[in-house]
């Protein structure tokens, strides 16, 4: 399994490749080259067809036109393991490992070490030191022993790509890596990256995060609407990039006008709240929001910062604390009663507690207003209500869809996150939390949701914003609160140096925070 | 093997340039695979197993296969009368049998006989619209009501024991024994509804022993007495006052005014899952609870009711058919209609007008299996294969597919829906 004889580079070349779904042409003559020893970054938006020209490289899907050549011979990848045959390997946005095994049972998977022919034993010792073998020759640290599901999300990606690189493969693609990273995660990620393409190996590397391209990559091919739109160096601006991506400018600041802080409006004092295996997770958190402001909220996702927000609207129970909105407590409101008095909640899953998927864009625009006139009354809907208030809200958040009455899921993840915008927007609001306001979120649509929030602020609204991405809490925040294992270390002014904010997220705080301001 | 870019494109799309005709895509559309076409290929495939099994089970026309090969016509001749004489005997003993309807224009029959099939399939088909839609309504709010035969027996029970141990005048009578058979079933959906919601005890699990606790009781209850008929010494119960029963149509029709309650309840359950703000709760909790619990509303109280009103459904269901069919206790008294409520929710994917017209082909595959066994001495069982199979083919809508090639359109999501039951 392991390779014992030395790096062969790979080069590939993708000529031509069209692939079509009934009408959409989904990669529409797409001409890619990888030299070996390269990283390459392949750029494009949610749905630009990123996703569909690697499945072709990889054997899940065949293209309808055009070749796939592995130094300079043209190849038919049938399944997957033809890929891996000719020396591809894939770690999927989405792990394919299995929870409750071990990482060596994980890796072994598919390509089990057996001794005594088809029907014999697992030879469980040889392939846990294949393991550990291919773990210290990459630098990928992983416990062959430990179980797949008590690993964070970073470990489990190391897997993923150990459990690559022990089918011996030259070329690695790897689909929106950093999608679940945490920014720690993500540097130790573009490090590895960066010491297999020196051992000679060729990297794939999909996103949509210009920061990440322009730090690792050696070329990047940008694709919209699935064509090839150009091909660009790292030294091109992020700005470039973008209207590459996009078709259009974007502007990737976001603009504002000084804030005017009015009262306070959410006052948290001495918070403590348990995360569902009644561990700590927000300890003794004083924070206050006023009207008129943005409030961010930086830190390493899993630092408390999901509970507080929950805790907030009601969804978790408080161990202790006061929460306070407009001088009235929100502990034990109830979830309905806490929305319905002016609080606005952008939760940081969209799919998991954001959207019904399977009900229309008009219904989940009604989500939690359907009982209230004019959608409704305790009893009945009202559909005419309902549907008129769609029109308008896919009028003045531009959502794109054919139609209103079509289901959420057939909506790309920004239009989806429209939604749930337009949702929270469209009442009059005291309070608006938005939980990772953009993520999975294409670029256009990152602007538009981040200039709703700014306008919301200038309304009069406290905001409260919570992101894992600095840049965005940088942008959004007029006044940064760093949070850390459950604390807020800080709170800080977005003009203080990244590099600072980035310690105090990591946890330390020697440096005295010059700028914290009394509360 | 290399691909050629210069040779033909495999599989390169035809080109659209000429607009298609009405009628090619009113073709492309009933051949894509959309969930009626499954339903109708699935109850086609069903039959041709069920004439199979039928050939196969007569031992008379078994035997002409013996010496198929010097005279097939004769084996040929023989399967294709036995089943084409009990598919006709399925059709005449459920929806209408020419003699009798000529019989009747001659003066030499009744118009009852003539009505007798229609009756009878109308007749089977009524409670299982009830406890299919409880299963239905259900499932639209992401719980797997299983209990749908405890819930039907406790309806028997109340409403029964309401149909004889009160006096009440004509038609009060009958509503108050209505009304305890909701209550009944009602209350037995409200357990495992408060269970699953306050504590997450799966639904399955204990609806399921909930389903024997009902039985047996009732199989107690019929042999105490007061309850236990005083003239007869097995276990059955009194008559249900004539106060108490479902006007029918004259005899020897059996058909009642539970069919009349059967539709006005499916429109009210479409109403109420598809107007009224807790069908829109159910609809959002059972798509995605989460979801659901971050807008604001109540998970453990939508279980809760919900599971109140399927056991309702359910518990009316038992109670029409004690009222309108049984008119005593027995142990056997709710027979199976639980359980096909399962198969017929399945059948009508969990829509409520789905439900009622997939309850009327379970009651007409019945009331036509009667006449079979008469007439063919096809055994009744057959006719629960056939149910089986169809349920089958609905719920792989894959395979029907692959045997129909049909285009991968919007496919039937059944399978998916069955897994989430779990």
Redesign the interface.
Known sequence: MLSHQGEIPLRLEL??ITK?F?DLVANDHIDITVEPGEVHALLGENGAGKSTLMNQLYGLLQP????ILVDG????FRTPRDAIAAGIGMVHQHFMLVPVFTVAENIALGAEDVRGGPLGILDRRRNRRDVLATSEKYGLPVDPDALVENLPVGAQQRVEIVKALTRDVDLLILDEPTAVLTPQETDELLTVMRSLAETGKSIVFITHKLREVKAIADRITVIRRGRTVGVASPDTSEDELAAMMVGREVSLEVSKSPAEPGREVLKISGLIVDDDRGVRAVDRVDLTVRAGEVLGIAGVQGNGQTELVEAI?G?RGIRAGRLELDNESLADM???????SGVG?I?EDRS????????SVA?NLV??M??RPPF??????N?KAVSENAGERVEQFDIRTSSADHAVSTLSGGNQQKVVVAREMSRPLRLMIASQPTRGVDVGSVEFIHNQIIHERDNGTAVLVVSSELDEVVGLADRIAVMYRGRILATVSPDMPREEIGLLMAGITSAPAEEEETE | ???D?DAA?????PKKEKEDSFLSLFLKNLWSANTVTVTVLSIFLALVIGAVLIVVSDSAVLAKFSYFTSRPSDALTASWDLVSQAYADLFKGSIFDPEAFAAWIDGTGTWQAALNPISETLTYATPLVFTGLSVAIAFRGGLFNIGGQGQAVIGCVLGGVAGFAFDLPPGLHLIVALLFGLIGGALWGFLPGLLKGRTGAHEVITTIMLNYVATLFLGWLILQKGVQDPDRTDAISKAIRSSAELPALPSPLRVHLGIVLAVLVTAGVAWLIN???F???L??VG??P?????????VARTYTLLMVVAGGLAGLGGAVQVLGTADKLTAQVAGNIGFDGLLVALLGRNKPWGTLLAAILYGALRAGGNLMQVDVGISLELVTVLQALIVIFIAAPALVKTIFHLRAARAARLGASLAKGW
């Open positions: 000529r031509g079509r009934g309808d036109e055009g070749e011979e043209a190849k038919v609207v969804l109830g979830t309905k009663k806490i929305l319905r909640y939760p998991h507690d954001g959207v019904v998927k399977e009900f219904e989500l939690d359907y009982d409704g009354n305790a009893f009945k809907l559909p | 093997m290399t691909t870019v494109p495999p599989s390169s799309p107007r009224s703000s069908g829109f709760e609809r959002a798509a995605n989460p979801a659901a619990r971050t807008a604001g509303m109540s």
